[in-house]
């Protein structure tokens, strides 16, 4: 009698067969055909400075060989979320609560830390402001009662460290305050005609907001959470498994473009790489770029993991996370480990 054949058992192992397939395919177009689409997420520069760290291909030893990097505008981490979730990105540079909403909410068990951008409050590197309008009289978190409060990208970085401040004053989202989506560029215009109470100010617009003497700040980032890793670096295991050693070669020439825009002899030249993709003149940068009033940048773009988990926590915490998320479980750093040796 003939045996009968489980045709689920049969599609499962052709899927896996494929999947297989795939990734061995994967690898071996990054190692020998063309070369991989890193698509890599930016929000403002030169906060996420991959927006312009590949533009001197002179000193990127593997691009254009094993990779391809085309920077990707995200109004913030939320809707990197998205991206990472539908494939339109391969590496996302979001805060660590957007971490946790991915993992939670987005289901990408999937998803893997695999390096850093930016630190806020590391040792007396600079921290973000909340500004609030000089003239009028909020003069404690207290006064922030009943008011509307601007933050870039709900769940990111600065809008989970004014929860974490306004929690500590026992204040709830929509009780006691209104929070509003608004992009960083119109952040201060928002402040200063009073269709917001309270912005959240990065660099480089602290510095022009600071100078118009229109405004103050009423607390830091600092203030709120400590040192924080401000956005981290994250792809999907897929991806990761596909491409290894292209990523470490992605991770070799970031390093060493890293250094290379921190080597005083170039400063010029970076202050002008850096005008020309923020389309602001190089000299809102001359004083403050790559100094203690800049964002720490760890040259081998190896995350606090400590500093994640803290966020991760609070997230719990806040409501916005139903369960604690060990980070250790969802981070890969033996690719920026592997390049760094490389270049030591």
Known sequence: MPRRIDMGVVMRSLRALAFAAALCSGFADARAGDPVTIRIAWTAIPGQIVGVLYQKPEILRHAGKSYVVQPVYYKGSG????????????????????????????????LRVIGDQTRDGYADFHTRQYMVRAEDGIRSIDDLKGKVIGTNSISGALDMAFRAMMRQHHFED???????????????????????????????????????????????????????????????????????QTLVDFFEDSQRALKWFYEPAHRQEVLAIIARASKRPAAEYSDWLFTKKDD?????????????????????????????????????????????????
């Open 174 to 244: 929509k009780r006691d305050f209104q929070v509003v989506e608004i992009d960083f560029p119109h952040m201060f215009d928002f402040l200063v005609s009073k269709k917001i109470d309270l912005a959240s100010i990065t660099t480089p617009f602290n510095f022009e907001a600071e100078k118009s003497g229109k405004v103050r700040t009423l607390f830091t980032m600092k203030d709120a959470v400590g040192e924080s890793d401000m956005t981290i670096m994250t792809a999907r295991a897929p991806f990761i498994a596909a491409h290894r």
């Open 79 to 110: 809707p990197q979320i998205t991206g990472l979730a539908t494939g339109e990105l391969e590496i996302a540079t979001y805060a660590p609560a957007a971490l946790g909403l991915s993992i939670e909410n987005g289901h990408m068990e999937d």
């Open 296 to 344: 720490y940048r760890d040259p081998d773009f190896r995350p606090n993991l400590q500093a994640v988990q803290k966020d991760l926590d609070l997230q719990a915490q806040v409501g916005l996370l139903k369960s604690r998320i060990d980070v250790k479980n969802y981070s890969d750093l033996t690719l920026l480990e592997e390049s760094a040796k490389r270049i030591r």
